[in-house]
């Protein structure tokens, strides 16, 4: 039976990526017998600025029950003049899916893309667990006495131990099939003492599980400065979704970019269930149109989506790939080539067709 | 009459570099006429253990009332298990004394320093206005049903229109003193729709009041992938506690690590009251008491402290003989040379003599 694969282009560049990242999919399927059936979502600012339609619950419900992935490209439009509506569909796919962990890759596929003096590639290389479904995400809170000089604005940074501990079990998880050493915890325990308190006590419990590693502790603004020094030392980091977004932000950087970065939200604990599956990047509206856009990161994000399928060999071909087109400059210019985002994805196809 | 400078050696190798410090303080009172008299004080975590003193009322009464200045070490020791004692005086000391405004260069001195491929020293030349005050600080919040199951814990990002506004203003003020042509608000106000947009709307008011400078918005994940792509475009950034606090550790490792990195905690809007001096570094446990902290770091602190004292020409004697000391390696191991802390000392104290 195929599984179906919701795809929602979006803003920006997305269309110009999902585009090609459609392409890839559908040579997967009609050359390589990977049977999905492709439902591409009308979503985004063209459709909020027509009907003023968001996230419907009949496409929720729908992508909830029948949908194994949601490939997604980018939200955020200036036309629109504000991210309700994205956020109505970023954070309901996030959200309303369950999807707690955000898997973010940083790993850097050619030493030219590593912006840091005297390191390689191989010492870019680890995974961001972001929890995805809580924090300071949940948007609790309000103002008080807004516009006034008395105002105060408060939002909170929400956690709960069921959703601490079933994204630090999933980062070690990951560390153990994949046979990483150590789990690192990043968080800002030292002034945040109740929510991070929370964190810091269910990682080394967790970590009892898991004898093999080693769990180690990492103040977030520590961390930040030694990715800038020497990011070698890392393997898995599990954190909070505001620091898992700011610390992606810089690993994308690291890697080359964040035409570079790909990522998969999963419900970790269930692979069964739907996936939602995004470049790291935003719609980026000053490229859009112009056929400018990476689409190396949507490729990459496409092999996280056949690992979830269950096809994990073909993310490692679709790496190799990616470097070999940064390699020979078979690459947009944002990462050192020449070429448009249709014509890199031309060239990806033949290869992958070889 | 003499202004009274309380020094706060601290812990780890806080009490190395301050005796360094100690040294310029002393020799710009006995040989260039900065009138100070300097007041050590006996805090931190030899003290905590000793007789469980953290920060004294009298103490900080006095520091209220008659001081010019603190120049704090660095405070944790892990000897004591925790953080309570160090958060006492930290936090009493910012919190206290009102001390809304952290203020930290984000200069590297040497191109040699910067972390980064195809990016020299002057293109990391930014200060980061942190608001000192409030946000997640303030540690507002709590946790129920703690050790079970349905744990929750909550930690309350608290702004307030006045804290917000005074910081903003402290950075364009900052920014019309200096000529800089622009203003960053660092925020994530897509996410945290209540707070942030607080800052993101008090922001764009305040910068009416600055027409010469234009005001610009990034968002903090943002702001951390360009930070390692390129530094040059920032001139001032304001941002909240966190983000501040993040932000300047990772300016840091583009400067060339926490050993060259100072800051200046003042009540902005009034230059009279007492400020509090500290280098960015933590205490460092592992390398205290052996002679390998960099005493750079508190000599630039040093640098703001004497320009609140109302000389400020010496910031730039000191930056360029720190610089003048990193071409020369004349400087600790972190930053490329070999001698120790007392030497790196000794010299500095030679050539300020000249
Ligand atoms: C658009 C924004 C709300 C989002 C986030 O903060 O999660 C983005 O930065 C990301 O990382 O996917
Ligand atoms: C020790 C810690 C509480 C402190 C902070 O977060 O402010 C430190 O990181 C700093 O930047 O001075």
Redesign the pocket.
């Known amino acids: 039976m195929s599984e179906l694969i919701a795809l929602l282009p979006g803003d920006g560049i997305g269309p110009e990526v999902i585009h090609q990242a459609r392409r890839v999919l559908e040579l997967y399927r009609d050359k390589a017998g990977v049977d999905v059936e492709l439902w591409e979502l009308d979503l985004g600012a063209e459709r909020y600025l027509r009907d003023k339609t968001t996230f419907p619950k009949d496409i929720a419900d729908r992508i909830a029950k029948e949908a194994r992935a949601v490939l997604l490209g980018a939200l955020g439009d200036p036309r629109v003049g504000n991210l309700d509506y994205a956020r109505d569909i970023l954070f309901g796919l996030r959200f309303g899916l369950d999807l707690y962990a955000n898997i973010r890759p940083v790993k850097a596929l050619d030493d030219r893309l590593v912006p840091l003096k005297n390191r390689g590639a191989k010492d870019v290389n680890f995974v961001v667990f972001r929890e995805n479904t809580e924090g300071i995400y949940v948007n609790v809170g309000g103002q008080f006495k807004r516009g006034t000089p008395d105002e105060i604005a408060i939002n909170e940074d929400l956690n709960t131990r069921k959703g601490v501990e079933r994204l630090i079990v999933a980062g070690f998880e990951y560390a153990r099939a994949h046979g990483a050493k150590t789990v690192h915890l990043a968080d800002?325990s030292?002034?945040m003492q109740h929510a991070h308190e929370l964190w810091y006590r269910c990682f080394f419990e967790v970590a009892k599980r898991y004898p093999e590693i080693k769990p180690q502790h990492v103040?977030i603004?520590a961390l930040c400065l030694y990715l800038v020094q020497d990011p070698s030392s890392f393997e898995v980091v599990v954190t909070n979704n505001l620091f898992g977004d700011i610390v992606t932000d810089l690993g994308a950087g690291l890697q080359g970019g964040l035409g570079m970065a790909g990522s998969a939200s999963l419900h970790a604990s269930d692979p069964k269930r739907v996936g939602l599956f995004e470049p790291v990047h935003g719609s980026a509206p000053p490229l859009a149109g112009k056929d400018l856009a990476n689409p190396f990161a949507s490729f990459l994000t496409v092999g996280m989506l056949l690992e979830h399928l269950g096809h994990p060999a073909e993310m490692a071909r679709i790496e190799a790939l990616v470097a070999r087109g940064i390699r020979e400059r078979r690459c947009t210019r944002d990462v050192g080539g020449e070429l448009g985002t249709r014509a890199v994805g031309d060239w990806f196809l033949a290869e992958l067709l070889r």
Do not use: G
């Open positions: 800002k030292n002034a103040f603004d």
